[in-house]
């Protein structure tokens, strides 16, 4: 069974940069059948979408957050990554990994997510 | 930037029938799927594609879409499905979330 469990350092000052791993267990992530997704919550909020990557090294970020996220796919150690750099309070949220599927041309979804992990940001 | 819509809030009493709805521009040309999230845990994905459940998902949850609505049913709600419930569709390379909307089953 699939296993997402992200990790990171749970505080992040001001305007440093949020580095997260999601580590993925019981599955590779070097197929094309998939892809892999990070989503985040604030606080009492909803869910925002951050962005996605492709075993093809195809990424999609989200618009209102292009400029400062980065991610990549570790194959050799079955893992990919998120930072997000220039972090203000606004970034305070539960983070969350998750492995996508698609269909079509329109057709996108996450099938299994993390468990979360909390990040806070504050000097 | 597209946008999706939900009600902020649905109630509903044990074993009637509950509809939550999402609205975007020409969603029904869209695939749409539905998450539900309970206090403290993850998102949990309940129908994809329109109408399809994911295995394990109850009968009672069902899907549609057309025009600008996707509507997720509950039939024979149960006070297990009292939880938040987020529509998604995919549009211009981006993945967009719906609001949100809380069920209360009262």
């Known amino acids: 069974q699939l296993h997402l469990q992200e990790s990171g350092p749970g505080l992040v000052k001001p305007p440093e940069t949020l580095s997260l791993i999601c580590s993925v267990s019981?599955?590779?992530?070097?197929?094309?059948?998939?892809?892999w997704g990070w989503i985040r919550q604030p606080p009492g909020k909803g869910l925002e979408w951050i962005a996605s990557?492709?075993?093809?090294?195809?990424?999609y970020h989200s618009p209102s957050l292009n400029s400062r996220v980065t991610t990549s796919l570790d194959t050799s150690k079955n893992q990919f990554s998120l930072k997000l750099s220039s972090v203000t309070a606004a970034d305070t949220a539960v983070y969350y990994c998750?492995?996508?599927?698609?269909?079509?041309?329109?057709?996108?979804?996450?099938?299994?997510w993390g468990q979360g992990t909390l990040v806070t940001v504050s000097s | 930037s597209y946008e999706l819509t939900q009600p902020p809030s649905v109630s509903v009493s044990p074993g009637q029938t509950t509809s939550i709805t999402c609205s975007g521009d020409?969603?029904?040309?869209?695939?749409a799927c539905w998450y539900q999230q309970k206090p403290g845990q993850s998102p949990v994905l309940v129908i994809y594609?329109?109408?399809r459940r994911p295995s394990g998902i109850p009968e009672r949850f069902s899907g549609s879409n057309s025009g600008n609505t996707a509507t997720l049913t509950i039939s024979g709600t149960q006070a297990m499905d009292e939880a938040d419930y987020y529509c998604?569709?995919?549009?211009?390379?981006?993945?967009?979330f719906g609001g949100g909307t809380k069920l209360t089953v009262l």
């Open positions: 998750g492995r996508g599927l698609e269909s079509g041309r329109t057709g996108k979804w996450f099938d299994v």
């Open positions: 019981g599955g590779s992530i070097s197929s094309s059948s998939y892809f």
């Open positions: 990557v492709y075993y093809s090294g195809k990424t």
């Open positions: 020409k969603l029904g040309d869209k695939y």
């Open positions: 594609e329109d109408r």
């Open positions: 998604q569709a995919w549009d211009s390379s981006t993945v967009v």
